[in-house]
C-alpha cells in the first residue's frame, strides 16, 4: 500500500480551545496554527475524555472511554498489559513510529515512565522539562540535549520581566527559546521526518508547553502587550458560589478573584508559551514542504485538555468541567485529500481520532473501539454540522486529592450536566443563552425534566459501553 499517508501528530499540554487566532482570539499571534486552519479542518467543538493527562491521552491512544480501560487516573504504577495504542497498531502495518516529549501512560514523577507495547522506534523522552531531583539526567533526553550544548538548567532558566527586573515572579520567564523543550521537541521531529526511508511514518510530537509554570521564554514574554490582555471570565458572587464545590477535588483550593493576582501577565504568559508552540509548528510545516512530503502527510494538531486559567476564579485543572478544562483544539489537516478551510462545529470527542486513521487506511475498526471516524466530514461526505449528539467526560479519583472525586459530566451542544458522584451538588449549564457558564441552572425546578434526561444519557453511555475488555471464545 504505497500511498499510506505519513502521519504528524502534535498534542500540547493543557491547552485550551479558544487560544487560536483564526479561531477567534485576537490577543494571539499563531500565523502558523492559522495556516494550518485554511490548510484543513478545524472542529470547533471537539472535547477531551477527561481533564487529567494519563486518562485522556490513553482514551485518545485507544480510541476508548479512560474508565473503558481502567486507566482513570495520573500516577499510576504501570499502563495495563492488553489495552491496544494505535501507534502499536501501525507499527505493524509498517508504520515507523517516533516520540519526543510526553507520553505519560503511567506514573512520571521521580522516574523515567514504564512503557507499554507503544509502537515507537524513536523515544526521546520529556515529561516536565525540569532536571534532577525529577529525573536522572541520562535518562531525560531534553536535559542530555542540554548538556551535551554546555548548557546549564539553573544558570540558563530565566530572565527580565516585562517590567524590566529580574526578580521571579508567579509568572516569570523561563529558558531561552532556543534551549526550550519544545525547541528541542521540533528539532527531534524535523530530524526523525528527514530521515531516509522507504515507508510511511508517524511523529507523536508532545511538548510540556502551554502547561503551567506559565515560564515562557524571556523573549516571547517580552513582546506580549501584558496590559492588552483580557481578564478570566469571573464574577465577584463566584468566590461564594462555588464554596459549595468545596468537596470536590481541585487543584485551586478556594476560589480566587482575578484583581488578587496579575491575572493579565499569566494570561500573556500561557500565550507566550504557545506562540513558541506555533512557531515550531510552522518549522515543521516548512520540513514537510522543503523535503516534498507535505501532500502525503496527515498533520493534526489538540492537546490533551484545557487550562481554567482564572475563569470562575479556577486555576489549572481538576473534577470540574467548565469549558476552559475540557473543550481542546483540534485541527486535520491533508492537502489534496481533505476539505480545506473548513470549520467544523459538530460534536466530536478525541476518542474519535483512532477510528479516523484505521478508516483512513481502510482497516476494519475494532469493536471495542469507542470513537467514531471523522472521515465523512474530513473528505466532503457528510456535513460538517453534526458527528454527534452529545459528547462526555469522565473523572474518576484522577488526582491525589484528598476527596478522591468522581464525576461524569455530558453535553448536547446545548445543555452541559455534571453529576458528581456521592454529592447532591451538580451543575447544569444552558450553552445557548449563557456560552460563559455563569448561570448553574442545577435547582432550577422548571429543568427538572431536562435534567433527569440528560442524567439518563450520562447512565446509558456508561453503561452502553462497559465490557469485559476480553474476546468471547465460547458461549461459557
Keep these: 500500500m504505497p500511498d ?17 487566532h483564526a479561531l477567534g482570539n485576537a490577543h494571539i499571534r499563531t500565523p502558523n496554527l492559522d495556516r494550518l486552519v485554511a490548510e484543513g479542518v478545524a472542529f470547533t467543538q471537539a472535547y477531551c475524555q477527561s481533564p487529567i493527562c494519563t486518562p485522556s491521552r490513553a482514551s485518545f491512544l485507544t480510541g476508548q472511554y479512560p474508565s473503558t480501560i481502567h486507566v482513570n487516573r495520573n500516577g499510576n504504577a504501570y499502563f495495563p498489559q492488553g489495552v491496544r495504542l494505535i501507534t502499536r497498531d501501525l507499527a505493524d502495518l509498517g508504520y515507523d513510529c517516533g516520540l519526543v516529549g510526553k507520553l505519560h501512560l503511567s506514573a512520571a514523577e521521580g522516574r523515567v515512565e514504564q512503557r507499554p507495547d507503544d509502537g515507537y522506534r524513536v523515544f526521546q523522552w520529556s515529561h516536565h522539562p525540569k532536571p534532577e531531583p525529577f529525573w536522572p539526567t541520562e535518562q ?23 517590567d524590566g527586573s529580574d526578580a521571579r515572579t508567579e509568572f516569570s520567564p523561563g529558558i531561552a527559546a532556543r534551549y526550550h523543550q519544545t525547541t528541542w521537541c521540533a528539532q527531534v521531529a524535523e530530524e526523525f521526518i528527514r530521515e531516509p526511508r522507504q515507508g510511511p511514518w508517524l511523529m507523536s510530537v508532545n511538548p510540556f508547553d502551554p502547561h503551567p509554570p506559565f515560564d515562557p521564554p524571556p523573549e516571547y ?31 485551586t483550593e478556594k476560589p480566587v478573584s482575578p484583581y488578587d493576582y496579575d ?20 518549522r515543521l510545516l516548512d520540513v514537510l514542504e522543503e523535503t516534498g512530503q507535505r501532500e502525503n502527510t496527515i498533520v493534526i494538531f489538540t492537546s490533551d485538555h484545557g487550562e481554567m486559567l482564572g475563569d470562575h476564579g479556577l486555576l489549572l485543572k ?9 473543550h481542546v483544539p483540534l485541527i486535520l489537516s491533508w492537502p489534496g485529500h481533505w476539505q480545506s ?19 483512513v487506511l481502510g482497516q476494519p475498526i475494532p469493536e471495542k473501539v469507542q470513537g467514531r471516524s471523522l ?10 454540522s453534526h458527528h454527534r449528539a452529545f459528547v462526555r467526560c469522565e473523572y474518576h479519583d ?65 453503561m452502553l459501553v462497559t465490557d469485559d475488555g476480553q474476546p468471547r471464545v465460547g458461549r461459557y
Design 4 to 20: 499510506r499517508p505519513n502521519i504528524l501528530w502534535i498534542c500540547t499540554d493543557q491547552q485550551r480551545y479558544d487560544t487560536i
Design 140 to 162: 531525560h533526553d531534553y536535559q542530555r540535549w542540554l548538556r551535551d550544548q554546555g548548557v546549564d538548567w539553573e544558570q540558563a532558566y530565566g530572565g527580565e520581566t516585562p
Design 221 to 251: 514574554l517580552a513582546r506580549m502587550d501584558v496590559a492588552s490582555m483580557p481578564l478570566p471570565l469571573f464574577r465577584p458572587e463566584e468566590l461564594q458560589s462555588q464554596l459549595r464545590f468545596a468537596g470536590i477535588d481541585h487543584q
Design 263 to 282: 491575572a493579565r501577565l499569566m494570561i500573556a504568559a500561557y500565550y507566550a508559551q504557545i506562540e513558541l508552540i506555533d512557531d515550531a509548528v510552522g
Design 318 to 326: 481538576g473534577c470540574r468541567f467548565y469549558e476552559g478544562a475540557v
Design 341 to 359: 478551510g473548513l470549520c467544523s462545529d459538530a460534536l466530536v470527542e478525541l476518542v474519535d481520532l483512532v477510528p479516523t486513521f484505521l478508516d
Design 375 to 384: 472521515l465523512p466530514i474530513l473528505e466532503g461526505r457528510a456535513a460538517p
Design 398 to 462: 484522577a488526582l491525589a486529592r484528598p476527596y478522591r472525586s468522581r464525576a461524569n459530566m455530558i453535553f448536547d451542544g446545548r445543555y452541559k450536566l455534571v453529576l458528581y458522584h456521592g454529592h447532591e451538588v451538580g451543575e447544569l449549564y444552558d450553552l445557548a443563552a449563557d456560552p460563559h457558564e455563569f448561570y448553574n441552572l442545577w435547582d432550577e425546578p422548571d429543568l427538572e425534566r431536562m435534567r433527569c434526561r440528560l442524567m439518563k444519557q450520562i447512565f446509558d453511555a456508561v
